[in-house]
Structure formats: C-alpha cells, structure tokens
C-alpha cells in the first residue's frame, strides 16, 4: 500500500561474557554487556534472558545487566533488542558455566557448536591414540 513503511530490525549481541566462560566461584555477579544498534531507528530497550527466563531490561545506553548470586549450573544467556516501532531481534545465545567443575580433561577451545534446521548440538573434540576408538558390531 501506498505509504507503508517497514522497519529494519535491531542489531544485539553480547559481548560480555564470552562464548563458554567458566566463572568458578557461585554467589557471585556476571555482567551481561551488549551491543545494540538499530539502522532506521533507535533502540527502545534491551531485554536479558537466562534459560529463557527473562532476567530484567534496560532502556538505556550502554545496555548491560548485572546478575546478581547466580547458583552454580551451566545456563544460556540471551538479549533481545527492541526498536523505537517494535520491532525485537534476537542475539546469538551464549553458554556460561557458573561454579561447577568444568568436567576433567575438558577444553572450551576444543569445543564445537553444530547449527541445522533442527537445532544445535554442543560437542567436543575427543583426542585419542590411533585405532582407540574402534566402531562396528565387533569392536576390538
């Protein structure tokens, strides 16, 4: 129709904490950092969700949240911008471990995330001598 305006979405991401960040001692504060920009617009306000439950909002610039005695578990932050018309985004989800052991020989490095149309399966990478690990119906 004649008049009709469509409006780009928000850009968010989060840059604090980083992808799989360990924070050893539970109790404690995590700062959530994000960037959020809105090319046709201005960014109304920045929601925090952890675990799909939503933690708290801000409005303002630089948008960030303090979250305050998180318990020992591993969790799924996510931000989701919204525009002066609202219309929300979405940031990339990042993973936290808070005051759990990461698991023994266990490397964050070596980690890799596998995305399809179905979802996402979080992996490592497994290092062992040749001929260990053996598949088949008479493994040896």
């Known amino acids: 129709p ?8 928000a850009r ?4 604090s904490p980083a992808q799989q960040q360990y924070f050893p001692t539970a109790g ?12 046709d617009g201005t960014v109304a306000r920045v929601d925090f969700f952890v675990n799909g439950t939503l933690l708290g909002s801000d409005a303002v610039a630089p948008f960030g949240l303090n979250w305050n005695s998180v318990l020992s578990g591993s969790y799924e932050i996510l931000a989701r911008a919204t525009d002066n018309l609202g219309v929300a985004s979405d940031s990339v989800p990042v993973y936290v471990i808070v005051g759990t052991a990461a698991p023994a020989n266990d490397n964050f490095a070596s980690r890799h995330v596998i995305t399809g149309a179905s979802g996402q399966v979080t992996g490592t990478t497994v290092n062992a ?8 119906p008479n493994p040896r």
């Open 12 to 15: 968010v991401s989060i840059t």
């Open 2 to 9: 004649c008049g009709a305006y469509s409006s780009a979405s």
């Open 28 to 39: 404690g504060t995590v700062t959530i950092d994000v960037s959020a920009t809105d090319p």
């Open 129 to 136: 001598p040749r001929g260990a690990l053996r598949s088949g």
